[in-house]
């Protein structure tokens, strides 16, 4: 397979699938041992003080191998249409947490091991393509590099900043019903239902605000496999 070459080719270990449908998190109503699923890690805390935010989710699968003497691992998400891409710009206006949330996870958790380094966040779809990397800048799927440490730190200390402010803007009600891409609503089979689609018919503008405030001590955000 194409991932397994492309992965065995760049690490000393090739990649193994070590975990399946893991979460990390207990959702309130899983209050006795019987409703808990097995083997689940503890929510992963993100910002800091008043704005801590406690995110639960499930990671669909991830891969452990070796570079040199370092555990690496591959967190990977499953799709059944095309898998998307993202940057830096998609994590700061929230378009794209999942992966990069994921990750972080299995980093700070110890979900593989206390010191496991990610080496790439991935797509996989179902139905087509196979596996994509899921950021973009990151080379050819065929020629694997790891994500720079540089850019994996920036993006986790803009993930530390604007997760909380994401949160607290729906707190007060800022959560528009908006997509930056003008053409969304053109061929997808939800046009007819889709309040996008209403807005716009309407003329409606509700552009997203960029706006900060004090979070409660704590609250708690959701993470989950989409499809």
């Known amino acids: 397979h194409d991932y397994f070459k492309a992965f065995g080719q760049a690490w000393d270990i090739p990649p193994t699938p070590e975990a399946f449908e893991i979460a990390f998190g207990r959702v309130p109503e899983e209050s006795s041992a019987e409703s808990a699923p097995a083997n689940v890690f ?3 805390k993100i910002g800091k003080g008043k704005q801590t935010l406690s995110v639960r989710g499930r990671i669909d699968r991830i891969d452990v191998g070796e570079t040199g003497d370092v555990k ?7 799709k059944t249409g ?3 891409r993202f940057n830096q710009e998609d994590v700061n206006s929230g378009r794209a947490l999942q ?9 700070r958790l110890g979900m593989v091991g ?3 380094k990610p080496f790439q966040m991935v797509y996989w ?7 994509a990397l899921g950021m973009t800048g990151q080379g050819k799927k065929a020629n694997c590099k790891p994500v720079d440490v540089a850019v994996w730190e920036s993006l986790v200390t803009l993930l530390e900043l604007r997760l909380p402010q994401l949160v607290n803007l729906m707190q007060i009600g ?13 061929l997808c089979d939800y046009r007819t239902v889709c309040r996008i689609h209403q807005v716009r018919s309407h003329g409606k503008v509700w552009h997203p605000v960029n706006a900060t405030a004090n979070l409660p001590e ?8 989409t499809t």
């Open 218 to 225: 704590e609250r708690s955000a959701t993470g989950g496999s």
């Open 42 to 44: 503890p929510s992963l």
């Open 72 to 78: 690496v691992f591959n967190v990977i998400d499953y």
């Open 174 to 186: 800022q959560f528009p019903v908006y997509n930056a891409d003008p053409q969304c609503t053109g």
């Open 125 to 131: 779809s179902i139905k087509s393509e196979g596996y």
């Open 99 to 107: 992966l990069l949330l994921y990750a972080l996870a299995v980093q």
């Open 82 to 84: 095309k898998p998307p």
């Open 114 to 116: 206390p010191d496991a």
